[in-house]
């Protein structure tokens, strides 16, 4: 590997700068925190102490004049109604100090004033208002006016003066602080505009460093990687500038000499992929015809192969009428193995056609109800199910989009089979349901037949395989394989449900209409509403899950007979079958 020269790598250089700069601005930033903690508490003294001292100073003078206006009147008058206003002057005078003394525990000189206020107010009151008042309680009025002298005027007029001193204490105070405000504000200032000098020297920096580590090598590498880019591969790569730069390049041009050296490679590999899409090419055209050729030999077998084997099943059967019993038991044995063998070949064409079929012979999409599709199933399956002694019922099913008679075959086949892999001795009874399953439709037929083993659940799917010999169970081992490829053309899955206790459970999937989604949703959000008021919420049973299709509606284990074209059924019993519409 290249050693690569010693020195600051780029993003050391960035954090270094930012480390920097970072410890400048928090020093700034702190400085300018104490400050503004400082100048706000220097803010709080002049707007909640120095001012409201100011008010309760006029308050406090206004209290004093109460009190010598009230002394007045009483020497004049003799009312001791007069005297009401000395005595709140007295105790608003007492309420004001004890409120200017809180706000001023600060400030020594106000509280010095304050102090001299109320001794020359409690001299006043000790030499002048109690003997006037108690004077003019005795002697009456006169002698009250008396002792109101000039003296006692000047004496009075020294609280005013007190007040006065005490009034431009607190402007004093006032002003300094307001200074102290100011000179504060003007450091914060100042700091704010060290910051902003830092950060923008830190910008200028940090600019000038991009350019010379970041900018200009990556603009050298990016036009070496341009010519490389525009075919020169011989190109050698050089870096410049910071360590990751350099070590990019060598990394770049790696990367180029390995592009370089797999150019070659590409030729020789695209000369292959020619070739191979040649043979491709011809493969295609070779499956074109092979398709071709089943087409016709879907005709052949649909059409010319059908007419001998028919003829050969019709002459085979009238030589087993015919000559049935005349020939040697042999020949009868003999007779009898080709018209099976014509018939189930018969049977095996037919049933290989509408395999084949399925998806390529389309008629569109529609709404198809299967409700009135089991009707039609009823009346296919009509003869079985009165030989078996079978009882066919199903609940109400939904309407989905799909091809009706593919979907008739689907159910036709189920129901089929479930009647033909019944228990000796015991009536078949096949049953379907359906339920919504987020937003598909999950339809389930179950039946008491004689059940499919956990092993062979995937087997019984795939195209010709049985788990019977021909002679327990008769059929072509195709019905499965044509209900899986209807259930997958619809957009659905089928599977076999081997938790099923007592015979077979088959359940398939076919997409809900958006309108059936809606509405079960919206059912959903009403009944967890109702619950959770309080309200017991309605429930639904079907046969073996949680929600059916619908409420069930008709009356359970009714028998009719026959069904219409419309999957109509109408009361009354038909041998020892039963159909009974949930």
Known sequence: MKAYQHGWTLRRRVLALLGVVLVLLLGLAAAEAALAAKNRQQIDAVLLKTGPLRVQAQELMSALLDQETAVRGYAVNADRKDLAPYADGVKREHDTANEMRKLAADYPGVLSALAVVEQRAEQWRTEVAQPVITTTERSGPAAGRALITDQTRQQFDGIRAAVDRLQEEILVVRQQTADRVNATSNVLVVLLIIAALVVAVAGAVTLVSLDRSLIRPLAALVGQVREVAEGDYRHHIEGSGPPEFRRLADDIDLMRQKIARELDE????RERIEWVNSQLQKQAEELTRSNRDLEQFAYVASHDLQEPLRKVASFCQLLQRRYAGQLDERADQYIAFAVDGAQRMQRLINDLLAFSRIGRL?????EVDLNKVMGDVAGQTEAARQYADAELTWDELPVIRGEEPLLTNLLANLVSNSIKFRRPDVPPRVHVSARLVDDEWEI????NGIGIEPEFADKIFVIFQRLHSKDAY???GIGLAIV??????HGGRVWVDTDTEEGTAIRFTLPALPEDVEA???????AAGEESTGES????????DTLTASPVVGQADASVRGETPEGAAGDGTTGGMKETVG
Request: charged share 30%; with cysteine; glycine share 8%.
């Open 484 to 489: 899986k490829k209807i259930v997958e053309y």
């Open 520 to 526: 079960a949703r919206a059912e959903a959000e009403s």
């Open 537 to 544: 919420a309605a429930t639904v049973d079907g046969p073996d």
């Open 474 to 476: 008769p059929g072509t």
């Open 362 to 366: 389309t008629t569109g999409f529609t």
């Open 266 to 269: 590409v030729r020789e590999a």
């Open 444 to 447: 389930t037929c179950r039946d």
